[in-house]
């Protein structure tokens, strides 16, 4: 029988204390300024698309769960402790005592239910697959959940910890106008109440968005007195970088993100301020069109795997990494980033060696070289670096790159019918699991490897048999096999790992952001 | 307060004219002949000289690929160059001729240029340019397609709107008093005294051309990479303005010696043309 | 009386232009590459879900009776409701449309504020160094790409001296005024550049005009020569090339909204279209459509009005 319980103090202060100041007391009250490139879209946990909402919604929306601060593991939420049944297809939530919404509502077992049924419906949104193995929720007291499955799932205490499984007041929800649960969304959205650190206030679209102090928060903070610190928490709109920093420098943001890796340097060396670089789950890479004809009949040079990984030998990724980010990454050692749970973080994939790739090409019959096109996302700094950079180095073994600037929409629309050849690509994961990057890159059902066509029968049922794998060992042999075949096919060009840049001013104090990009702000404060 | 404007001098060569075209004659040579200006392959990546700045080595110093900032501004003319007078020679044309002929016969005819020119220029600019391009792909080409379709619209409204004053005046009742044709009197009269203001805002035009290509390029939809083009070459280096000001401030100082030989061209030829009277 | 009967034959010459745009835009939006699910969903969506977001939007039906909805819809003043955002189009507008139209205005206050006076000083001492040097400056602000001189004021007049503040929109009158300040300028160079200029060429063909010489024979003082007629004259090409570049002007703020971090139309344009949030394309470009026309309307009865020729 599995059965883990979680106390709260250790994980937590593991989580909050990684970027704190451990001598000074926190100071309570005050505000701060966080200047974000985007402003979100759609404040809802389940029928959000971008992670311009994903990264804030859990300052807004608790879940039953949390992603522990290194992005690999959860750590208790609104549930205390949850509980297996030994045939592991039962679930037992305990849920905390006395937790109540932002509106001063109690946290009921209906309102999980409500949530989870709700964001488990197949029809709503795009990440209703975290949830698939769920055949039912039930309250079975009021601070007792049971959710029932379909077949063990090892995923799920990730899953109850991912931005969609956030718990929102039934009641409230179901108060908004609307006929039907979308259109009441689209209203409650827009003035959220959820069980987070802090409740939406006001919010002027693309311009600024005010969080305040949520009273019934239910964490405490390193003085015992509940978090979060701050009194309100103020996102201003800056889409551009250069005004971000701009507005940094002269004072009048406490904090910016997205900084450009090339002014990290400069950054890092002014005195008012700190260059923060967190650890991310965020990889660069290029897809390949693996398909043995390309869309107008033509053969593809890139269906040869020889071919493939030749063009991998003949990018030196410390090249890349000094051009694109300016020393600040690493060599990717896995289709997955390494911070992901079961990731395989050895060594550095395909080692810069020319020679081996003027030998592959050879091989493959193309000594002479052939012609590709990449398509990269228009008006993009770091993706024509990246393409530029690989046009180079290819260029050096007679693969001649051109350059395809298509807007965001034209390219994913020929992206999704398979008319390319070469595509920029990043990633970075919203679970703290291997289960969604896998199924993207290298399970064919899904979107067929990320449209390139690639598919590894052994991959496709080794991944099927560890969506019901509990046992954690065997798991993750099944991932290394996965990993393996997968880096060995090579059906992208492995890059790079990046990490999120922040600047902040010297005096903030507790803010992190976690590998999965969220931005939690529960216990920062601004010191002296 | 003493007013000198009235310049009846015999008709000379004027300084803006000559400095001007001076301009535009390097820019054309430069721009035809750029391998022999040039001191290095403009594509050419050197890690090992990123965001040089300024040296003998090289003169406007790297950008962050260690290619040669010079080069890339001296290969960049010949783009410029073609977008300044690809995107604008057939709206200049076009768009004089139907304005003339509109201001001089109006009519049904003006109404529906009226119409037509309400029509192209209601339409937000940069809706029809991007949503040229996507659908005929990036590139230059389309690039003077989308800013054409566009382009001549500005010229038929001030075609006709010099027109009209013009045909008010004196001389065009005694043009037509002493029976001159229309063809006659709309080409060998009323255009050549419209012209100067049309002269001076082509020129403008070229230079407003060159920017609009930039801003294009800035968004990603002009000249692609590897090609160097002044805005794309500005767009580059905008997140070193702090560290690396060489990458931005040489082409912008390419961009403006273009637009100030584009004018000085333009208010010569217009002084020229207005002395001839 | 000939000036109203012009303005009313003006009033009813919009209406084609309307329904023509109303066609163009619904077609082009449609013509583009991409669907607004698979541009809303991004790279990872399944093919289930774009059907299904698309099936929602009806933005799979026949263009026919989408086009039929869409009139439908636009008889009844309902703009439709943002995809991407989740709120209505006209809400949208609303909110945002006055930011971008007081830049655009403020712009050309400064812009009139700037060219006027100077073209004049240009004209009167043509060719000689002060001349020369304001054509310099001008050509200087006019081949500054817009997000260039935007950043070059923000740092040194914002973050080094502190004087204005780095982007923003501020409260109440003043503060707004004090805030749109840098962006307005930026916009007012280019266009004061090119207004200068003309005026300038504009003033110069007038003052060698001989009904000039004919007011000053008649010994009317330099003032009232300059004033009535050479001011009067100029304007009318003045007015011509405000109603023209106004559009450029509008575009031009797609930028310095970026540059500025202002929450105007220019950058919602610009996402939706990338976003390919159909109903923004085209309530937005409508709007835009029924503003200019606006626009032109005014310039065509203010240019009447200055010359009368105009319209008889």
Same mark, same amino acid.
């Given at each position: 029988?599995?059965?883990?319980?979680?106390?709260?103090?250790?994980?937590?202060?593991?989580?909050?204390?990684c970027?704190?100041?451990?001598?000074?007391?926190?100071?309570?009250?005050?505000?701060?300024?966080?200047?974000?490139?985007?402003?979100?879209?759609?404040?809802?946990?389940?029928?959000?698309?971008?992670?311009?909402?994903i990264?804030?919604?859990?300052?807004?929306?608790?879940?039953?769960?949390?992603?522990?601060?290194?992005?690999?593991?959860?750590?208790?939420?609104?549930?205390?402790?949850?509980?297996?049944s030994?045939?592991?297809?039962?679930m037992?939530?305990?849920?905390?005592?006395?937790?109540?919404?932002?509106?001063?509502?109690?946290?009921?077992?209906?309102?999980?239910?409500?949530?989870?049924?709700?964001?488990?419906?197949?029809?709503?949104?795009?990440?209703?697959?975290?949830?698939?193995?769920?055949?039912?929720?039930?309250?079975?007291?009021?601070?007792?959940?049971?959710?029932?499955?379909?077949?063990?799932?090892?995923?799920?205490?990730?899953?109850?910890?991912?931005?969609?499984?956030g718990?929102?007041? $039934?009641?409230?929800?179901?108060?908004?106008?609307?006929?039907?649960?979308?259109?009441?969304?689209?209203s409650?959205?827009?003035?959220?109440?959820?069980?987070?650190?802090?409740?939406?206030?006001?919010?002027?679209?693309?311009?600024?968005?005010?969080?305040?102090?949520?009273?019934?928060?239910?964490?405490?903070? $390193?003085?015992?007195?509940?978090?979060?610190?701050?009194?309100?928490?103020?996102?201003?709109?800056?889409?551009?970088?250069?005004?971000?920093i701009?507005?940094?420098?002269?004072? $009048?943001?406490?904090?910016?993100?997205?900084?450009?890796?090339?002014?990290?340097?400069?950054?890092?060396?002014?005195?008012?301020?700190?260059?923060?670089?967190?650890?991310?789950?965020?990889?660069?890479y290029?897809?390949?069109?693996?398909r043995?004809?390309?869309?107008?009949?033509?053969?593809?040079?890139?269906?040869?795997?020889?071919?493939?990984?030749?063009?991998?030998?003949?990018?030196?990724?410390?090249a890349?990494?000094?051009?694109?980010?300016?020393?600040?990454?690493?060599?990717?050692?896995?289709?997955?980033?390494?911070?992901?749970?079961?990731?395989?973080? $050895?060594?550095?994939?395909?080692?810069?060696?020319?020679a081996?790739?003027?030998?592959?090409?050879?091989?493959?019959?193309?000594?002479?070289?052939?012609?590709?096109?990449?398509?990269?996302?228009?008006?993009?700094?770091?993706?024509?670096?990246?393409?530029?950079v690989?046009?180079q180095?290819?260029?050096?073994?007679?693969?001649?790159?051109?350059?395809?600037?298509?807007?965001?929409?034209?390219?994913?629309?020929?992206?999704?019918?398979?008319?390319?050849?070469?595509?920029?690509?990043?990633?970075?994961?919203?679970?703290?699991?291997?289960?969604?990057?896998?199924?993207?890159?290298?399970?064919?059902?899904?979107?067929?490897?990320?449209?390139?066509?690639?598919?590894?029968?052994?991959?496709?049922?080794?991944?099927?048999?560890?969506?019901?794998?509990?046992?954690?060992?065997?798991?993750?042999?099944?991932?290394?096999?996965?990993?393996?075949?997968?880096?060995?096919a090579?059906?992208?060009?492995?890059l790079f790992?990046?990490?999120?840049?922040?600047?902040?001013?010297?005096?903030?104090?507790?803010?992190?952001?976690i590998?999965?990009?969220?931005?939690?702000?529960?216990?920062?404060?601004i010191?002296? | 307060?003493?007013?000198?404007?009235?310049?009846?001098?015999?008709?000379?060569?004027?300084?803006?004219?000559?400095?001007?075209?001076?301009?535009?004659?390097?820019?054309l040579?430069?721009?035809?002949?750029?391998q022999?200006?040039?001191?290095?392959?403009?594509?050419?990546?050197?890690?090992?000289?990123?965001?040089?700045?300024?040296?003998?080595?090289h003169?406007?110093?790297?950008?962050?690929?260690?290619?040669?900032?010079?080069?890339?501004?001296?290969?960049?003319?010949?783009?410029d160059?073609?977008?300044?007078?690809?995107?604008?020679?057939?709206?200049v044309?076009?768009?004089?001729?139907?304005?003339?002929?509109?201001?001089?016969?109006?009519?049904?005819?003006?109404i529906?240029?009226?119409?037509?020119?309400?029509?192209?220029?209601?339409?937000?600019?940069?809706?029809?340019?991007?949503?040229?391009?996507?659908?005929?792909?990036?590139g230059?080409?389309?690039?003077?397609?989308?800013?054409?379709?566009v382009?001549?619209?500005?010229?038929?409204?001030?075609?006709?709107?010099?027109?009209?004053?013009?045909?008010?005046?004196?001389?065009?009742?005694?043009?037509?008093?002493?029976g001159?044709?229309?063809?006659?009197?709309?080409?060998?009269?009323?255009?050549p005294?419209?012209?100067?203001?049309?002269?001076?805002?082509?020129?403008?035009?070229?230079?407003?051309?060159?920017?609009?290509?930039?801003?294009?390029?800035?968004?990603?939809?002009?000249?692609?990479?590897?090609?160097?083009?002044?805005?794309?070459?500005?767009a580059?280096?905008?997140?070193?303005?702090?560290?690396?000001?060489?990458?931005?401030?040489?082409?912008?100082?390419a961009?403006?010696?273009?637009?100030?030989?584009?004018?000085?061209?333009?208010?010569?030829?217009?002084?020229?043309?207005?002395?001839?009277? | 009386?000939?000036?109203?009967?012009?303005?009313?034959?003006?009033?009813?010459?919009?209406?084609?232009?309307?329904?023509?745009?109303?066609?163009?835009?619904?077609?082009?939006?449609?013509?583009?590459?991409?669907?607004?699910?698979?541009?809303?969903?991004?790279?990872?969506?399944?093919?289930?879900?774009?059907?299904?977001?698309?099936?929602?939007?009806?933005?799979?039906?026949?263009?026919?009776?989408?086009?039929?909805r869409?009139?439908?819809?636009?008889?009844?003043?309902?703009?439709?409701?943002?995809?991407?955002?989740?709120?209505?189009?006209?809400?949208?507008i609303?909110?945002?449309?006055?930011?971008?139209?007081?830049l655009?205005?403020?712009?050309?206050?400064?812009?009139?504020?700037?060219?006027?006076?100077?073209?004049?000083l240009?004209?009167?001492?043509?060719?000689?160094?002060?001349?020369?040097?304001?054509?310099?400056?001008?050509?200087?602000g006019l081949?500054?790409?817009?997000?260039?001189?935007?950043?070059?004021?923000?740092?040194?007049?914002?973050?080094?001296?502190?004087?204005?503040?780095?982007?923003?929109?501020?409260?109440?009158?003043?503060?707004?005024?004090?805030?749109?300040?840098?962006?307005?300028?930026?916009?007012?160079l280019?266009?004061?550049?090119?207004?200068?200029?003309s005026?300038?060429?504009?003033?110069?063909?007038?003052?060698?005009?001989?009904?000039?010489?004919?007011?000053?024979?008649?010994?009317?003082?330099?003032?009232?020569?300059?004033?009535?007629?050479?001011?009067?004259?100029?304007?009318?090409?003045?007015?011509?090339?405000?109603?023209?570049?106004?559009?450029?002007?509008?575009?031009?703020?797609?930028?310095?909204?970026?540059?500025?971090?202002?929450?105007?139309?220019?950058?919602?344009?610009?996402?939706?279209?990338?976003?390919?949030?159909?109903?923004?394309?085209?309530g937005?470009?409508?709007?835009?459509?029924?503003?200019?026309?606006?626009?032109?309307?005014?310039?065509?009865?203010?240019?009447?009005?200055?010359?009368?020729?105009?319209?008889?």
């Amino acid at each position: 029988m599995a059965r883990w319980q979680l106390t709260i103090s250790a994980t937590l202060l593991l989580a909050l204390g990684c970027s704190g100041n451990a001598d000074a007391a926190p100071v309570r009250g005050g505000q701060m300024i966080y200047a974000r490139a985007w402003d979100s879209l759609y404040l809802d946990p389940v029928l959000n698309d971008a992670n311009v909402d994903i990264w804030v919604l859990s300052n807004l929306y608790d879940t039953l769960l949390e992603p522990s601060a290194d992005g690999k593991s959860v750590t208790p939420g609104l549930a205390t402790a949850y509980e297996l049944s030994p045939d592991r297809l039962t679930m037992a939530l305990a849920l905390r005592p006395g937790i109540r919404f932002a509106d001063g509502t109690p946290v009921l077992a209906s309102d999980v239910k409500f949530s989870l049924d709700r964001a488990r419906d197949p029809k709503a949104g795009q990440w209703n697959f975290m949830l698939a193995a769920i055949d039912n929720v039930t309250a079975a007291a009021p601070d007792r959940v049971e959710i029932r499955l379909k077949h063990p799932d090892p995923t799920l205490p990730a899953a109850l910890a991912t931005f969609n499984t956030g718990i929102m007041p $039934e009641r409230a929800f179901m108060a908004e106008p609307g006929a039907t649960l979308d259109d009441k969304a689209e209203s409650f959205a827009r003035h959220p109440i959820g069980a987070g650190p802090f409740r939406l206030a006001e919010w002027h679209r693309n311009l600024s968005m005010v969080l305040e102090r949520n009273p019934y928060y239910w964490a405490p903070g $390193e003085d015992g007195k509940p978090l979060p610190y701050l009194d309100t928490l103020r996102f201003e709109i800056v889409p551009d970088d250069a005004t971000r920093i701009l507005k940094l420098q002269g004072g $009048e943001v406490d904090g910016a993100e997205f900084i450009p890796l090339a002014r990290a340097a400069e950054l890092a060396g002014d005195p008012d301020l700190q260059m923060r670089l967190f650890p991310a789950s965020e990889v660069t890479y290029l897809t390949f069109m693996t398909r043995p004809t390309l869309k107008d009949g033509k053969p593809n040079p890139l269906t040869d795997p020889r071919v493939r990984q030749a063009l991998n030998y003949a990018l030196d990724k410390d090249a890349f990494i000094h051009v694109v980010h300016f020393g600040n990454g690493k060599p990717m050692t896995s289709f997955m980033p390494s911070t992901t749970p079961l990731a395989v973080a $050895e060594a550095p994939l395909y080692p810069f060696d020319p020679a081996r790739a003027k030998m592959l090409l050879a091989e493959a019959g193309f000594a002479k070289g052939f012609d590709l096109s990449v398509m990269i996302r228009a008006g993009s700094a770091e993706d024509i670096a990246v393409a530029s950079v690989a046009q180079q180095m290819w260029g050096e073994v007679g693969v001649r790159l051109s350059l395809e600037q298509l807007d965001n929409a034209t390219m994913t629309a020929r992206y999704r019918a398979g008319d390319f050849q070469i595509r920029t690509g990043t990633w970075t994961n919203d679970i703290a699991d291997p289960s969604e990057i896998t199924a993207y890159f290298a399970y064919s059902p899904n979107i067929e490897s990320q449209h390139s066509g690639f598919k590894d029968p052994v991959i496709d049922a080794d991944f099927e048999a560890s969506q019901k794998e509990t046992d954690p060992d065997k798991r993750a042999a099944l991932y290394r096999e996965i990993q393996t075949r997968f880096d060995e096919a090579a059906p992208i060009a492995f890059l790079f790992e990046s990490p999120y840049a922040v600047a902040l001013r010297k005096p903030v104090t507790g803010f992190d952001q976690i590998p999965l990009g969220n931005n939690i702000f529960a216990a920062t404060y601004i010191g002296d | 307060m003493t007013v000198d404007t009235v310049d009846r001098r015999p008709n000379r060569l004027q300084p803006p004219l000559i400095f001007g075209t001076a301009i535009l004659t390097l820019m054309l040579i430069t721009a035809l002949l750029p391998q022999f200006v040039a001191p290095y392959d403009p594509t050419r990546f050197d890690y090992h000289a990123t965001l040089a700045p300024p040296s003998l080595a090289h003169l406007f110093g790297t950008d962050m690929y260690g290619r040669d900032i010079l080069s890339r501004i001296l290969w960049a003319t010949r783009i410029d160059l073609q977008i300044a007078v690809f995107s604008t020679v057939g709206p200049v044309i076009v768009g004089t001729l139907i304005g003339t002929l509109v201001g001089y016969y109006g009519g049904f005819a003006d109404i529906v240029l009226n119409r037509l020119v309400d029509v192209v220029v209601t339409f937000p600019f940069l809706v029809l340019v991007i949503g040229i391009i996507a659908i005929l792909g990036p590139g230059l080409t389309n690039l003077y397609i989308a800013i054409g379709l566009v382009d001549w619209v500005f010229f038929a409204r001030l075609a006709r709107a010099e027109i009209l004053v013009q045909r008010r005046l004196d001389y065009a009742h005694a043009a037509r008093g002493l029976g001159y044709g229309p063809a006659r009197i709309i080409f060998r009269h009323l255009l050549p005294n419209a012209i100067g203001p049309i002269i001076t805002y082509w020129m403008t035009d070229m230079a407003l051309a060159i920017l609009l290509g930039s801003s294009l390029g800035y968004l990603g939809l002009g000249a692609q990479p590897p090609l160097a083009e002044w805005g794309a070459l500005i767009a580059d280096g905008k997140n070193f303005m702090a560290t690396a000001w060489w990458i931005t401030v040489f082409p912008g100082i390419a961009i403006v010696v273009a637009g100030f030989g584009f004018s000085l061209a333009g208010d010569g030829v217009a002084d020229l043309l207005r002395r001839r009277e | 009386m000939g000036y109203w009967r012009f303005v009313l034959r003006r009033l009813l010459q919009s209406a084609p232009t309307f329904a023509l745009i109303t066609v163009l835009i619904f077609l082009l939006v449609r013509l583009l590459p991409g669907d607004p699910a698979s541009a809303m969903l991004g790279d990872r969506a399944t093919d289930e879900a774009v059907a299904r977001i698309n099936a929602s939007l009806g933005t799979d039906l026949p263009i026919a009776s989408q086009f039929l909805r869409f009139l439908g819809r636009l008889l009844s003043g309902d703009l439709g409701q943002s995809q991407a955002l989740h709120v209505p189009v006209t809400e949208l507008i609303g909110e945002r449309m006055p930011v971008t139209l007081l830049l655009a205005a403020y712009a050309m206050v400064l812009a009139t504020l700037i060219s006027i006076p100077l073209a004049f000083l240009m004209a009167l001492y043509r060719d000689r160094p002060l001349d020369i040097a304001l054509r310099g400056a001008f050509q200087l602000g006019l081949s500054m790409p817009t997000f260039y001189l935007g950043l070059l004021f923000l740092t040194v007049l914002g973050a080094h001296l502190r004087i204005f503040p780095v982007g923003g929109l501020g409260r109440g009158p003043v503060g707004i005024l004090y805030h749109l300040f840098l962006p307005a300028l930026t916009l007012a160079l280019g266009l004061a550049a090119v207004i200068t200029r003309s005026l300038r060429a504009a003033i110069l063909e007038v003052l060698q005009a001989d009904y000039i010489d004919f007011a000053r024979a008649k010994g009317l003082s330099e003032r009232v020569v300059l004033g009535r007629h050479v001011l009067r004259n100029a304007l009318i090409s003045t007015v011509t090339l405000f109603g023209i570049n106004l559009g450029q002007l509008i575009g031009g703020a797609v930028i310095t909204e970026t540059v500025f971090s202002l929450p105007g139309v220019g950058r919602l344009l610009i996402d939706a279209i990338f976003g390919r949030d159909y109903p923004v394309i085209e309530g937005l470009t409508m709007c835009f459509a029924v503003l200019v026309s606006i626009i032109f309307i005014v310039t065509d009865l203010f240019q009447a009005w200055l010359d009368p020729r105009v319209y008889r």
